[in-house]
Structures are given as structure tokens and as C-alpha cells.
């Protein structure tokens, strides 16, 4: 089957999905050949059982144009993810989670569908941009920064953290790194 990467960004009033709540949401969907299939994006209204970290809203404060864009129209979760296992579900092929770092993103956007939708079209899988660029570059994870990658990966859209401009931004990251592998592997 063939796979569409589904860069995922999100932006979150703390670090952990339940105490903490996720604000925005957003994926851009590339197949290999870098072609965008689709895009994502929504806000979300915080859980009502969840509070924000204090050190999060902290820095929120020096972000104030990225934290405005996470309160245009938030919708309930339940609402929100719903929406998006339907787009997911619309993709032209089998969804892979793709973001910088996966770790993060993944744990927030994971528990979410579980707890909304009952499902994830990801099984329990994402692929992290860092740690396959440490793969490629064979260096040390630490080194894998975005600082020291090739500038031919780098997308000049800048890390604004307005969700749906950074997934297309790590979408174009990624598609950049997969091409260059994939042409030493044939």
C-alpha cells in the first residue's frame, strides 16, 4: 500500500495531553514525490477538565501573533477530531504521522483520537523528522538539528508556530530529506 506522510503540528497550553490541552491542530498530506494532497487546520477549546501550565502560558506570552492565531474559532475536541479522522479517512492513501519532533506531537494528536474518536488511522506509529535525519546524516541525535542539516532541505517558509504553517513547513522538510534517500537507495 501506498503511504501519504501526514505532517502534523500542534500548539498546546502545556506539556501533557489531559492535565494540558491541545489548541491547534493542523497536517499537511505529502506522498513521496513532495505533491501536497491536502491540508488541515483547527483550533480547539481547552478541555474542560484541564487546566493550563503555567510555564507554557509564560512563554505564550512571547508569542503573542502565534497564541492570537490559536483563538480564532476554537471548536469543542470532540468536534474538531471527528473532523479530522474524516479528512485522515479522505486521504488517497495509508496515513504515516510525520512531525518534528513526533514524540510531542504525536502523544497530544494520539491521546485525542483515542479519547474523541475512539480510533487512530496511525495505529500507534510516527516517524520523527529529527531522528531520520540523524539516520541520514549519521551523526549523534543531538546533532541532528535542523541547524545543522544540508540548507537544500530547509523550506523558506519560517518556524512561525501557527500550526498549519509549520506542518507545511516540516512537510516540506521532510519530502526534501525522503527524495535525497530514496535516490541512494535505487
Known amino acids: 500500500m501506498t503511504e501519504v506522510?501526514?505532517?502534523t503540528d500542534i500548539e498546546t497550553n502545556g506539556p501533557i495531553p489531559g492535565p494540558n490541552s491541545m489548541l491547534s491542530l493542523a497536517s499537511a498530506a505529502y506522498l513521496?514525490?513532495?505533491?501536497?494532497?491536502g491540508t488541515f487546520a483547527i483550533n480547539l477549546k481547552p478541555l474542560s477538565d484541564g487546566s493550563a501550565d503555567p510555564k507554557t502560558m509564560e512563554w505564550w506570552q512571547s508569542q503573542p501573533d502565534a497564541w492570537q492565531a490559536t483563538q480564532i474559532?476554537?471548536?469543542e475536541p470532540s468536534?474538531?477530531?471527528q473532523s479530522y479522522l474524516a479528512w485522515l479517512k479522505s486521504l488517497p492513501e495509508n496515513p504515516v504521522f510525520v512531525a518534528y519532533p513526533a514524540g510531542f506531537d504525536f502523544l497530544f494528536v494520539y491521546w485525542y483520537?483515542?479519547?474523541?474518536?475512539?480510533?487512530?488511522?496511525?495505529?500507534?506509529?510516527a516517524l520523527d523528522i529529527k531522528t531520520y535525519a540523524m539516520a541520514i546524516l549519521k551523526t549523534e541525535y543531538s546533532q541532528a538539528a535542523k541547524r545543522n542539516m544540508p540548507k537544500r532541505w530547509i523550506s523558506t517558509i519560517s518556524h512561525s508556530h501557527v500550526a498549519l504553517d509549520d506542518a507545511i513547513e516540516q512537510g516540506t522538510l521532510f519530502c526534501n530529506m525522503l527524495a535525497e534517500n530514496m535516490k541512494f537507495e535505487s
Open 113 to 125: 483520537l483515542i479519547r474523541f474518536t475512539g480510533e487512530s488511522p496511525f495505529s500507534h506509529s
Open 5 to 7: 506522510y501526514v505532517s
Open 79 to 81: 468536534n474538531a477530531m
Open 73 to 75: 474559532d476554537p471548536q
Open 32 to 37: 513521496k514525490d513532495k505533491t501536497l494532497v
